[in-house]
């Protein structure tokens, strides 16, 4: 048996790596009718939507995040097109996107 053939016999199961999506979103969210603000700083905008399988988390600067269930996989599916970038690890993304909390409060226009 060469190295590239599957071992038949003594089966290995592929690690699984979970995908997260994620896509600015500069505007205010109001998938209820009513603002959604962050829970620690009461921000407004300025966010990071993330779909994990079938949720949507909301991420803000200050690095707060959570599940928000008003926020289907559909609303997600309309702002994100394609993956522009991959990384290796769920902290560098962050840090990479600015939302890993070191930008917390601040507000651009």
Request: glycine share 4%; proline share 9%; charged share 25%.
């Amino acid at each position: 048996m060469t190295d590239y053939e599957p071992d038949f016999h003594n089966p290995h199961p592929e690690p699984h790596q979970n995908v997260i999506r994620a896509v600015p979103h500069p505007g205010e969210l109001d998938a209820r009718g009513i603002p959604i603000t962050c829970p620690n700083c009461h921000a407004r905008r300025d966010w990071l939507l993330l779909n994990v399988r079938h949720h949507v988390f909301v991420r803000c600067r200050c690095a707060t995040e959570w599940h928000e269930p008003d926020l289907t996989r559909d609303y997600f599916d309309q702002y994100f097109t394609e993956p522009e970038r991959e990384w290796a690890n769920f902290d560098t993304a962050m840090r990479a996107l600015a939302f890993d909390g070191l930008l917390a409060g601040v507000m651009w226009d």
